[in-house]
């Protein structure tokens, strides 16, 4: 941790040269801030006090000490983590040290979730204990299947899937903190490896219900014998076929490719969750449910989803100029375009277009394909999106290979989902194991209404329903057959 020191007035002697000197021109106090890794503890500048100013607001804290404001984290380091490294400028990607390219080509999604998860790649004998394990831990309760049974045919499956992990946390009463000691992931590492296989093996399980849900169709009971993305297609797919029936090996290898590139991505929106929600020390089937909410939305792990949404709209190569005229106008997202962190390339979406082309060959070419190259060839030409340093993410290319295996489209936020547990578990793990953790509470800066007194209704000003209150978001009629029902 780097160390922080204060003196009263700034002096020209050298500093250490791995520092950086904050003079604050309220007080003329100066703060010398040791760099480490690159970085700087943000709470130094609490050390940074000042009186408050003439008329200054005291919800400001001013003599509490400095805040450092960064909304959406675009600059702030929430982990320090020996998992994955992006170099967003070159395009690059490593898990531990190996380029993502060289783990798409040789390794598999759960020898790639073992090396996240436990830092080395797995001897023979470990990757078969491994795998074994995670293959015997694909059951789901009976129970937890009547309760899934439930969902509405029309379910959105990630709706499915957040609410069977929230649900696998009350199966599981010897693996809550809750019940069983605050102190429980801290001190038995067993049991938080086991529920790092049951997490991993139930979730292709609860994703394939998701899905059977959908097609009205009663739930497969998951195959040991199979690889982890054939059991997965086994259970979505079979229907009266006899038991030894397999799915295409080829698109079982594809997606397990997709899963590998998928599998772990440093501080996303929704492994940022997987941390700052564990860190209370609640059990990690919330956690799960609670990442995995995160990755829904369309900015985020959604994109697949909505990428195959808007080439339909666009619909032809014809229509492209006008919909990225739209964009440029900021009517319309370029879904699948843009990262926070990759300038320059995302180095997945490279190997996915092989994948594409893997897949196009077993169930034909994706018509859209045209409409998405188009698209492409467009706004990579275009002053717009390359001044912005916008280009095709993973989830430009993913969607359509989905399309093409046959996936329904809601189903694509459950294929990025279930890979990217692989990394969830690996920061949850690399979190209560490291000694330091302490509970994520950002600060905030306070701009609302200064202290102000309570004043009773009949003495409020009357103001009307709709209007900048707030309550215009209310259907007026349901106010109205509510005050009536009274
Ligand atoms: N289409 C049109 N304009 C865009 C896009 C886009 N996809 N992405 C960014 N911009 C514009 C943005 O409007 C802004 O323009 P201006 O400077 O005029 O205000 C500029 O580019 C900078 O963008 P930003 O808002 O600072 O970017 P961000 O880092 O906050 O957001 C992003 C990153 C991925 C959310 C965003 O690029 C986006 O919404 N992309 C579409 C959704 C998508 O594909 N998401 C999947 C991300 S990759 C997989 C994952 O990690 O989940």
Redesign the pocket.
Known sequence: MAIATASAVPTSVLKPKNSITVIDNRTGKSIDIEITNNSIPATAFSQLKAPYADGERPENDTPYGLRVLDP?F?NTAMIQSEITYIDGNKGFLMHRGYPIEQLAEKSSYLETAYLLIYGELPSKSQLDLWSWEIMHHTFVADDLQQMIRQMRYDSHPMSVFISAFSAMSAFAPEANPALQGSDLYITNKPLMNKQIVRILGKATTVAAMAYRIRINRPFTPPRSDLSYTENLLYMMDHMAEPNSYRPDPRLAKALDILFVLHAD?EM??STSTMVHVGSSLVDPYSCVAAASAA?YG????G?NE??IRMLAKIGSVENVPDFLER?KQ?K?????????VYRET?PRSKVIREVAEMVFEVCGREPLIEVAIALKDAALKDEY?TS?K?FP????WSGLIYKAMGFPLDFFPVL?VVPRLAGYLAHWKQQLDSGKNKISRPRQVYVGKGRRDYIPVEAREERPITGKNGLNAIPHYISKRRLTKI
């Open positions: 959406s675009i991505h996303n929106c990755l369309p900015l985020h792990g994109a909505a990428v964009v900021k319309e997202l370029l879904f699948g375009f843009g990262h926070r995302d999106f912005r916008l993410n993973v989830d430009y990025f």
